[in-house]
């Protein structure tokens, strides 16, 4: 501040000294600082330093603020707005400081004339065509951009790290050349249906229509997701109780029309939301999305299958990581210079609801349905296994008495907790998705205004047979707030034999009954156990390989069990040329995996990893395999290659880094057991690649040297 020019002022303007000491022309500087994105709007944007005059608004928060008279206001501004223009905030952290300080002014004098601690105002005041721009009238050959207009402004909930959730404005402004309107996070033109993202990274996400997420809040809840497998619905638990500004809430005007409470659905659109606007920055791409979608998991969702074809086969950017703990290099016998990759390949069974057929990749229409849409006859088919009667109408089983019997077991109310009992013994989830949770909470309105749905409140997806969940039109709006849990519910799935006791064995997939062997009578080997197959079925494992020094090469979803020639599939996918294949593919089930390659008639399939080493990786070798079964032995011995070893007779390479791996892995079961599949890769594959980040940066801190091969010598074809 210019101590000489606020002394001048005052010896010129006596009348001042009433209202403002140092202290008080300290704080109006400030808030002319906090409001200078409104300010500035009041002219145009060609037009150098501060307007002669404030809008009324504007005048009046200041008036208020300082208790001064309508003279006063208009003289404090005359005299200190070229100070306060050239006195900026030095960096974000004053600025925020500032927000701090002044935050009861805001709320006590500035959301009754639209004016907030957080004005969210578009990036630009100008039109970014240039179609849009006008020529000068004194001189022909210059152009000058269009300036934007038609403000239109409507209060917001910003969610925040430093001031918590506190009422705010957002205002959109229009040009009338090329009819495009321009809101905070993108522009949208009137006879489009795209919303285009600004290049810039966004301060403030808008998650949804009324509410906006600060960056660094969102970097935040990713960062406790990837780092301790904090939920979504636990992340807002936390914000809500932990960062709760109770101010703001009392503050509130009685017509206020947002909440202040963090929502587990904004979470999760803030998460998607500020990944997709990293990752397209990130390729310097253009993000855009559909403006007239009908909700926002609608909007998201062709972006994420968009990110989700990138990221298969060898699309994280550490596909190609090298370091000295996973590579080993060395000069041959021909003096030529050789370099050994290791990675080690391992299932962990996690799941999501998939089709109830056997190895069906299709979605489902939500996550509640059974079958995808090209299977979805089969939904009407009886749960008894090999029977292939239809079901009766709000039932899972048909006329048969005795395969009633298996369903109304299954729903009886005394045998609901023995049921819930082995389901959660199967799925020995360690985190749960809600660490309070006692009863379902109520699907409700985030506008505090706003009337409940009624359709919404009374159907529920726990008091629906399954069987109707499947037909009602109602579904999918609900659903859509189904993002996370255990996944021990009503619709888990369960086997019943007919005695109502549980079977954990798999059974013959539905899909094949067509070509079962059906018997009607007594097999030589005695009656027949009748069981049923009730609830969703779940995808059977995430399969990833994982560089010896930990970081993930890949990941691949096996949809029917984890069979020699999916690990096969799965790794001609991720390396795609056999340039790009490691040297080492460490598997516990290796031995399988070489029986089948011998016996492939395709040459190409058969040949295709002769470069390879092919072992069982240490632990499993020593403990899980037979030392009387010869092929393992001579084929998958980890012994065989002397490149695995030390001088010293150690083991060059950690062939145990999956499972070690798996062990953070399995810590989303909870939060990805009722997603929807694309939210579910997506967000799995984000984890992956922040967790890479990390690791990456130990490797170099520990002087381990990472390094990136270049992908263009890896996914060449040539020799």
Not at 188 to 216: C, G, K, N, W
Not at 330 to 335: P, S, T
Not at 468 to 474: I, M
Not at 571 to 595: E, G, I, Q, Y
Request: with cysteine; proline share 5%; aromatic share 10%.
């Amino acid at each position: 501040m210019d101590i000489l020019a606020l002394s001048q002022i005052f010896t010129e303007n006596p009348e001042l000294c009433s209202v403002f000491d140092y202290k008080a022309v300290q704080t109006y500087i400030d808030l002319i600082n906090l409001l200078k994105s409104k300010i500035r709007a009041l002219q145009n944007s060609y037009q150098v330093g501060p307007p002669s005059t404030l809008s009324v608004n504007i005048h009046e928060f200041l008036k208020k603020s300082f208790s001064m008279s309508d003279y006063m206001g208009k003289l404090a501004w005359a005299c200190f707005q070229s100070i306060a223009w050239k006195t900026p905030f030095s960096n974000d952290g004053e600025e925020q400081a500032a927000r701090l300080k002044h935050l009861k002014l805001f709320l006590d004098h500035g959301l009754s004339r639209n004016i907030a601690v957080y004005n969210l105002e578009p990036p630009t005041c100008v039109c970014v065509d240039p179609r849009c721009c006008d020529q000068l009238h004194s001189n022909k050959n210059a152009l000058r951009d269009r300036e934007l207009s038609e403000p239109v402004s409507h209060p917001i909930t910003v969610f925040t790290m430093e001031l918590g959730a506190v009422p705010g404005y957002s205002t959109s402004r229009y040009c009338r050349k090329c009819n495009t309107r321009y809101y905070p996070n993108y522009y949208v033109h009137s006879a489009a249906a795209t919303r285009t993202y600004y290049t810039e990274l966004p301060t403030f996400i808008q998650s949804s229509q009324h509410f906006y997420m600060a960056a660094d809040l969102c970097e935040l809840f990713t960062t406790m997701m990837v780092t301790s497998w904090t939920s979504a619905t636990n992340c807002a638990r936390i914000y809500n109780q932990g960062l709760k500004n109770e101010r703001s809430k009392e503050a509130l005007p009685a017509d206020w029309s947002t909440s202040l409470e963090l929502d587990v659905e904004d979470v999760w659109n803030g998460f998607f939301l500020h990944a997709l606007i990293l990752g397209h920055h990130e390729s310097s791409s253009v993000f855009e999305l559909d403006h007239k979608a009908e909700s926002q998991a609608k909007r998201l969702q062709p972006a994420l299958q968009k990110r989700n074809i990138c990221m298969a086969g060898p699309g994280q950017e550490a596909w190609s990581h090298a370091c000295d703990r996973c590579c080993y290099t060395y000069e041959g016998e021909d003096g030529g210079i050789y370099c050994i990759r290791s990675t080690v390949t391992d299932g962990i069974t996690i799941g999501r609801p998939c089709c109830a057929v056997h190895d069906c990749p299709n979605s489902l229409p939500t996550v509640k349905h059974r079958y995808c849409l090209n299977h979805g006859d089969l939904a009407g088919r009886c749960a008894v296994v090999l029977c292939q009667e239809k079901a009766e109408a709000g039932f899972r089983t048909c006329s048969d008495g005795e395969h009633r019997k298996l369903e109304v077991y299954h729903h009886q109310q005394g045998k609901a907790m023995f049921q819930l009992k082995r389901r959660l013994e199967r799925l020995k989830v360690s985190q749960t998705h809600d660490s309070l949770l006692t009863t379902p909470a109520p699907l409700q309105s985030r506008l505090m205004n706003e009337e409940e749905d009624v359709t919404q409140k009374e159907i529920r997806p726990e008091n629906l047979l399954p069987m109707q969940a499947e037909s009602t039109e109602h579904f999918d709006s609900i659903a859509e707030a189904i993002l996370e849990g255990s996944g021990a519910d009503e619709d888990e799935d369960v086997v019943l034999d007919a005695n109502g006791v549980c079977d954990d064995q798999p059974l013959p997939d539905l899909v094949d009954l067509d070509n079962a062997d059906i018997c009607n009578g007594k097999p030589e080997t005695g009656n027949r156990t009748i069981k049923a197959r009730f609830g969703r079925k779940r995808t059977h494992n995430e399969q990833l390989c994982v560089g010896s020094c930990g970081v993930i090469l890949g990941r691949a979803t096996f949809y029917g069990s984890e069979a020699p020639n999916g690990v096969r599939t799965f790794w001609m996918k991720l390396f795609p040329t056999k340039r790009s294949l490691p040297f080492v593919l460490w598997h516990d089930n290796n031995c399988r995996v070489v029986a089948m390659l011998k016996n492939d008639k395709d040459p190409y399939l058969r040949t295709y990893f002769d470069g390879c080493a092919l072992p069982v990786d240490v632990f499993h070798f020593k403990s899980k395999h037979k030392e009387s079964d010869e092929a393992c032995g001579a084929n998958c011995n980890p012994y065989i290659w002397p490149e695995l070893r030390t001088p010293e007779g150690n083991w060059r390479f950690n062939s145990s880094a999956a499972e070690q791996t798996n062990a953070w892995f399995g810590g989303f079961q909870a939060m990805v057991r009722e997603m929807q599949a694309d939210r579910y890769d997506f967000f799995l594959d984000e984890m992956i690649k922040r967790r890479n980040r990390i690791v990456i940066k130990e490797l170099k801190e520990k002087r381990q040297r990472p390094y990136v091969i270049p992908r263009e010598e890896l996914l060449s074809t040539s020799n």
